[in-house]
T-cell receptor, first 113, second 117 residues
Framework: DQQVKQNSPSLSVQEGRISILNCDYT??????FLWYKKYPAEGPTFLIS?????DKNEDGRFTVFLNKSAKHLSLHIVPSQPGDSAVYFC????????????FGKGTHLIIQP | GAGVSQSPRYKVAKRGQDVALRCDPI?????LFWYQQALGQGPEFLTY????????KSGLPSDRFFAERPEGSVSTLKIQRTQQEDSAVYLC???????????????FGEGSRLTVL
């Protein structure tokens, strides 16, 4: 049973427009959420995170929104750039620390020129 | 080195062979995690070390999987009698402090891709 779900395997967005990647979770114990970006043949790299006590966190072109009641979060990238083309993983943890992260399957974002 | 280093990058094994995958975390990092990423899936937690102590091995899929970090730095993930379903990318990640997020950022290596024929 997947506790973190990314229902869109891929997403194509025109350069300069907004990219919106979605993530749903089922475990109400999750209290910290992260987005990782992964290029081919590289390890995931941390992008942005949000605590369950917040509903928005912004870092430059990247904003993460959290809707706890809907158990839903989204990553907004604006404006989208060619270098944003990658696989994006949503991840969550409950209580932090040694529990490890629970990842979604990822969404492959393709930025069209 | 500057980042987490894993070796070998690629490994092809015949079914039944034993394999060993190595992870060199960032120097001084206390926490070390192993994840398994099957094709088309997200990474799945295998095990966690705090220094040399293996505090959580609940994600190891079977007793054929064994991990160690004897001196609290380099870690080895060993898979005995490999099976085809073991084919995956094995990712290692380290964190400066005990535990991972939110307290400590996780830094991932490039992974070791294992193919079992």
């Amino acid at each position: 049973d997947q506790q973190v779900k990314q229902n869109s395997p891929s997403l194509s967005v025109q350069e300069g427009r907004i990219s919106i990647l979605n993530c749903d979770y089922t475990n109400s114990m999750f209290d910290y959420f992260l987005w990782y970006k992964k290029y081919p043949a590289e390890g995931p790299t941390f992008l942005i995170s949000i605590s369950s006590i917040k509903d928005k966190n912004e870092d430059g072109r990247f904003t993460v929104f959290l809707n706890k009641s809907a158990k839903h979060l989204s990553l907004h990238i604006v404006p989208s750039q060619p270098g944003d083309s990658a696989v994006y993983f949503c991840a969550a943890t409950a209580g932090g620390g040694a529990d490890g992260l629970t990842f979604g399957k990822g969404t492959h974002l393709i930025i069209q020129p | 080195g500057a980042g987490v280093s894993q070796s070998p990058r690629y490994k092809v094994a015949k079914r039944g062979q034993d394999v060993a995958l190595r992870c060199d975390p960032i120097s001084g990092h206390v926490s070390l995690f192993w994840y398994q990423q099957a094709l088309g899936q997200g990474p799945e937690f295998l095990t966690y070390f705090q220094n040399e102590a293996q505090l959580d091995k609940s994600g190891l899929p079977s007793d054929r999987f064994f991990a160690e970090r004897p001196e609290g730095s380099v870690s080895t993930l060993k898979i005995q009698r490999t099976q085809q379903e073991d084919s995956a990318v094995y990712l290692c990640a380290s964190s400066l402090i005990a535990g991972g997020p939110p307290g400590g950022e996780l830094f991932f290596g490039e992974g070791s891709r294992l193919t079992v024929l």
